[in-house]
């Protein structure tokens, strides 16, 4: 198994106590393991019954196993602090108003917080050495999909602001006159080591996120989880990124056969209907279904998050090569 594990899909279908008990299973086998939560829900927390915060903490009785939750709104403030500081330190003063107006109105748009969260998770893994195993609860999947296409996207737009750099400096040493020197040059440029440094960042996230991470989608045995499911497993394909397998969630227990009363029969017809979906899984997906988990009274917690880290049929074993960090 990679080092980092994604658990993801449809809001609401269980991916906290998925990421949770695996990591709980992880732990459990030796491994000193990192649950991360990049939902704004932060059931973390509650699964744990304790308050978890942006950096690493040990979970109480839980020996090998830390936790943390990311604020997204918290990330998306740093983010824009940071991106001022950057480009500040470029500009003149009397453009560092504007620079600033624009900043805040560009984090304002679409995108700025998956951009954001994004940076925080990247850095989690770049700065993971302590940890045999990082498990990653994501929030729901449309959000996860568009934070895991920021790598090849990105790329290649800091590689077309490059460009229109370096065309700039052209230009403006060419235009010097005399032995006037130019007031930048390639060499040394500040904005085209910042982007550079970008490029690398997002280059890392890449290559990371493909060769040394697993997805597995979380699934409750509905239509329209299912139908979220595939659509999930095809925007990941699209990104180069493979589903491991498939934790289905959330299954009704079946009645004792003695058992007739009216609610008895709707557990059978709710049963029947839930076995449909989950030979859809079965059959029509190629990803293998590796957890059956029924629905419990009681919240997944405690002895009971033990219970589903067993039904997790999900190697723990860590990866022969940790991946390379980037500098």
Same mark, same amino acid.
């Given at each position: 198994m990679e080092k980092f594990v994604f658990f993801g899909g449809k809001g609401g279908v269980g991916k906290t106590t998925m990421s949770a008990a695996y990591a709980v299973k992880c732990a459990d086998a030796g491994l000193d393991t990192l649950v991360v939560s990049t939902d704004p829900a932060h059931s973390t927390s509650d699964v744990f019954d304790q308050r978890f915060g942006d950096e690493p903490q040990a979970v109480e009785g839980r020996d090998g196993l830390w936790a943390m939750e990311i604020d997204p709104d918290e990330e998306v403030e740093r983010h824009l602090m940071e991106t001022k500081r950057a480009l500040g330190d470029q500009v003149s003063a009397a453009l560092v108003n504007e620079i600033d107006r624009q900043i805040e109105m560009a984090h304002q748009t679409p995108g700025a917080y998956e951009a954001a969260l994004f940076d925080r998770f990247v850095d989690v893994m770049q700065s993971s050495e302590a940890f045999d195993r990082v498990v990653f609860d994501t929030s729901p999947t449309g959000g996860t999909l568009r934070l895991l296409g920021l790598p090849d996207f990105l790329e290649g737009w800091i590689d077309r602001l490059k460009r229109k750099r370096e065309q700039s400096i052209d230009l403006f040493e060419k235009a010097a006159i005399g032995k006037n020197e130019p007031r930048r040059v390639a060499e040394g440029d500040p904005i085209l080591a910042r982007l550079q440094e970008r490029k690398e960042f997002f280059e890392y996230a890449g290559r990371t &996120? !493909?060769?040394? /991470? /697993? #997805? #597995? &989608? %979380? %699934?409750?045995?509905? =239509? &329209?989880? %299912? !139908? =979220?499911t595939r659509r999930a497993v095809e925007g990941l394909a699209d990104r180069g990124l493979s589903v491991r397998g498939l934790a289905v969630n959330r299954l009704t227990p079946s009645p004792d056969d003695d058992e007739d009363g009216r609610g008895a029969r709707y557990l059978r017809d709710r049963v029947a209907t839930e076995r449909r979906h989950l030979e859809t899984l079965r059959e029509e997906f190629d990803q293998p279904v590796v957890a059956e988990i029924e629905t419990r009274v009681e919240e997944v917690k405690g002895d009971f998050l033990t219970e589903v880290a067993g039904e997790l049929d999900i190697e723990t074993a860590p990866p022969e090569t940790p991946p390379a960090q980037s500098s």
């Open positions: &996120l !493909r060769e040394h /991470a /697993a #997805f #597995f &989608l %979380v %699934v409750n045995p509905d =239509e &329209l989880s %299912v !139908r =979220e």
